[in-house]
Each structure stands twice: as structure tokens, then as C-alpha cells.
């Protein structure tokens, strides 16, 4: 099965608009992780995937606070390097 407008020009560019749409959740999750540091309260989900989150403070809670502050950092990172990946890829495909 081929794809008609699989072309290295098409793919080239949607390499690039990913690694752009890429680029908010990452400084989302900077901004969450540095803002939490900063302040002393995060948001800590149990199950990362469920909605339900409940605001812990550095002093209240500080097994749940660096939990919550790990996972920014995680999503930021895994965020960031699909970011370089992407844009990595872009540049490989205009050789």
C-alpha cells in the first residue's frame, strides 16, 4: 500500500510542524516544574493518566511534592528530545 503524497518533501515538512507542536507541552512542563520549585506547591496525580489531582506542598507532603515535580521533569525531558528528534530528522531529510 502505498500513500500518494508520501513524498520526502511532505514528510520532510510534517517533520517539521511536529517538532513546532512539540515545542509547547515541553516548555509547558519547564514552566510547570519551575514554577512548582519556585513556590512549593505542585500538582501530584497518583495514576499520571486520570485527571484527578490533588495540590501538595513542599512541607505538607515531600514524598508526593518531588513526585510531582519528578514527573514535570520527565515530561519535559521525553517532550524536548521528541522535539530534537523531529527537528534532527527535518534537517537530515533537506540533505
Known sequence: MSFPQSTPEV??????????????????????????????TALYSSIPRLPGTEQVTRSASPDKFRQAVQMDWLRAMLF????VLSFYFFRRLSD
Open 11 to 40: 514528510v520532510r515538512w510534517c517533520a517539521l510542524l511536529l517538532a513546532i507542536v512539540l515545542v509547547f507541552p515541553t516548555v509547558a512542563s519547564i514552566v510547570s516544574a519551575v514554577k512548582a520549585e519556585r513556590s512549593g
Open 80 to 83: 524536548g528530545s521528541l522535539t
